[in-house]
C-alpha cells in the first residue's frame, strides 16, 4: 500500500488563511490535484478540511461526489453528510485500515495541517506532491503543523505546472 500526501502550499508554506480561505489556490492546481484524488478514488481528510469542503460544496462537484473519504476526527457527535462514501476515524492508522479494507493500493492524505504532521510523526507517508502557489501571506494554516517529527526527503521530481506554478514530488526516506 501506498500512501500519498498531497498539498497545495504557498511558497511560506501556509494551506489557507487565517479565515479557511483557499480562493488562492489556482484552477491549474486544483485540476491536478483533483486529478490525483480521482485516481486514487480516495481521500483521508481531518474534520476542519470536511467542513470547508462541504461549505464550498465540494463535495457534489463531479470529481469528488463518489470519492470513498475518511475524516480523522476525535469528535463523535459528526455526521457525515454521505454515509456511503464519508467514513469517519479517530486515527491515521484506522484510517488508512477503513480504506486498506476497501481494497485501495493508493491512499491520498489531503490535510489540513494538523492530519500532516500526525501521518508523518507516525510514519504512514510514502510520498509527498506539493503544489507550490505563487502567492505568500503572513497568517495562516501551515502545511504541518508543529509537532515532535522530522522526516527526511529524497526530491524525485520538479514538475512545471504552469508558468509560476511548480509541483514538487518527493519520496520519504525510511
Known amino acids: 500500500m501506498k500512501v500519498i500526501l498531497y ?100 491512499i491520498m492524505v489531503c490535510g489540513g495541517g494538523g492530519l500532516n504532521a500526525s501521518f508523518l510523526k507516525e510514519g504512514l507517508v510514502n510520498e509527498i506532491y506539493l503544489d507550490i502557489e505563487p502567492v505568500i501571506f503572513g497568517k495562516g494554516i501551515r502545511l504541518f503543523a508543529e509537532g515532535d517529527f522530522e522526516t527526511k526527503l529524497e526530491l524525485l521530481e520538479v514538475k512545471n505546472l504552469s508558468k509560476n506554478e511548480i509541483q514538487l514530488y518527493y519520496k520519504i526516506i525510511k
Open 7 to 106: 498539498m497545495a502550499p504557498t511558497v511560506n508554506g501556509f494551506i489557507a488563511k487565517e479565515d479557511d480561505d483557499t480562493t488562492w489556490v489556482t484552477e491549474t492546481e486544483w485540476e491536478s490535484y483533483s486529478g490525483m484524488i480521482k485516481k486514487a478514488g480516495n481521500m483521508i481528510i481531518g474534520r476542519r478540511t470536511y467542513e470547508i469542503m462541504l461549505k464550498n460544496d465540494e463535495f457534489n462537484r463531479s470529481q469528488f461526489n463518489q470519492i470513498k473519504t475518511v475524516v480523522v476526527t476525535d469528535d463523535a457527535s459528526l455526521q457525515v453528510h454521505n454515509p456511503e462514501f464519508i467514513f469517519t476515524a479517530k486515527s491515521p492508522r484506522e484510517a488508512l485500515g477503513i480504506l486498506r479494507n476497501q481494497g485501495f493500493e493508493t
